[in-house]
């Protein structure tokens, strides 16, 4: 949970020359103590688009520009979206080249992450890049509800196996700071003892009202997934829509690495 520090759930002002200081590190072991033993069980990354990138070149013409940050699922810390929002906005009216404003992109993101973070910039009208997650929607299923509260015992297997990829568009948690819901497509990938759909619906529709940030949510569907159906491969990649002009699109797997094209889906 951040602290009082952070500038989520608070007013503030939003600055327009370059302030790296509003930039607010979120300790990724506080969102992890469900996880046990040494080590990580998945590696991954955290894709971020912002598409409210805009700055000034040295003749104080503006410039605009699609961001695409990649944050390793290892690093010690990842970003909070506000300070995020308001670090990238205070190069509004910075007269700064491109070139350099990559470099300071990079350094400033990872003295906050503590790792190493890609920086990619692209034109603010790029061809488009939209496609449906893999996988067959599990969203057909005829479910009834009435926890929402997430709960790995509602996860099951039927026994026989399986090397499939699902997704459901039904996805839905909140932040813990200010209470907004998020919305997400999840696709799980998987190689073993075939899943319960229905049982797989269920356990993603019981995060609806719950509060956690977007990479807590996906590293915990991994954690409960992997403990709970014992698949011998698994990757989950969740979606979410833009709050603030930025979506965050966490990765996590133990056999595959990340999808090198930011790909968005429809409702992105």
């Known amino acids: 949970m951040p602290s009082d520090r952070s500038p989520l759930g ?41 598409f409210e990138l805009t700055w ?25 979206s506000k300070s995020l929002k308001l670090y990238l906005g205070s190069f509004a009216q910075e007269r700064i080249a491109s070139d350099e404003l990559v470099s300071t992109l990079r350094a400033d993101l990872e003295r906050t992450c503590g790792a190493p973070v890609g920086v990619t910039l692209h034109p603010a009208s790029p061809g488009v890049r939209v496609a449906e997650l893999a996988g067959e929607s599990i969203d057909v299923s005829k479910i009834a509800m009435d926890r929402y509260r997430p709960d790995p015992a509602l996860l099951g297997r039927v026994g026989t196996l399986a090397d499939e990829t699902l997704r459901t568009a ?27 759909r229905d049982a797989l619906l269920r356990y993603f529709v019981s995060y609806r009202e719950h509060a956690a940030f977007h990479e807590a949510c996906v590293e915990r569907m991994f954690v409960d997934i992997a403990l709970h159906c014992r698949p011998d491969q698994l990757t989950v990649y969740a979606r979410f829509l833009r709050r603030g002009g930025i979506d965050i699109n966490p990765f996590r797997s133990n056999f595959e690495t990340a999808p090198q094209r930011n790909e968005r889906t429809p409702r992105q």
């Open 56 to 80: 000034l070149d040295h003749d104080g013409k503006p410039q605009t520009a699609i961001g695409e940050f990649r944050v390793g699922a290892d690093s010690p810390a990842m970003v909070e």
């Open 10 to 50: 608070h007013a503030t002002g939003y600055p327009e020359h370059y302030d790296a200081s509003v930039l607010f590190a979120v300790d990724r072991g506080e969102q992890r103590t469900y996880l046990s033993g040494p080590g990580l069980p998945f590696t991954g990354v955290d894709l971020w688009t912002a």
């Open 170 to 196: 039904l996805f839905r948690s909140n932040c813990p700071v200010t209470g907004q819901p998020d919305y997400a497509d999840v696709m799980v990938r998987y190689r073993g003892p075939r899943i319960d």
